[in-house]
Nanobody
Framework: QVQFAESGGGLAQPGGSLRLSCKAS????????MAWYRQAPGKQRELVAS??????TYADSVKGRFTISRDNAKNLVYLQMNNLKPEDTAQYYC????????WGQGTQVTVSS
């Protein structure tokens, strides 16, 4: 079945960096746009970034700070997060873009001094 295993979260100071990883399984990885989403307490889940074969998109709030990438040979998708801000604090999830099922556990990112 479709599964996602996110990792790499943790506590970072404002201005710091983290790199998230997501291992996907159970579907033909290279055939899908992949995406990172996040959900902060009391807020709806939002799309942070997505990556296709040769294209990427970003939420305005993370443009210039986050970089999404993928390794189709290993079924991995990454999110490099630089210049982190307290408002980036959230649970981060990966999934196929546009799908609202098969969510993994996510990985917690906390940005605080």
């Amino acid at each position: 079945q479709v599964q996602f295993a996110e990792s790499g979260g943790g506590l970072a100071q404002p201005g710091g960096s983290l790199r998230l990883s997501c291992k996907a399984s159970g579907f033909i990885f290279g055939a899908y746009y992949m995406a990172w989403y996040r959900q902060a307490p009391g807020k709806q889940r939002e799309l942070v970034a997505s990556v296709g074969r040769n294209s990427t998109t970003y939420a305005d709030s993370v443009k210039g700070r986050f970089t999404i990438s993928r390794d189709n040979a290993k079924n991995l998708v990454y999110l490099q997060m630089n210049n982190l801000k307290p408002e980036d604090t959230a649970q981060y999830y990966c999934n196929r873009r546009g799908y609202n099922s098969d969510w993994g556990q996510g990985t917690q990112v906390t940005v605080s001094s």
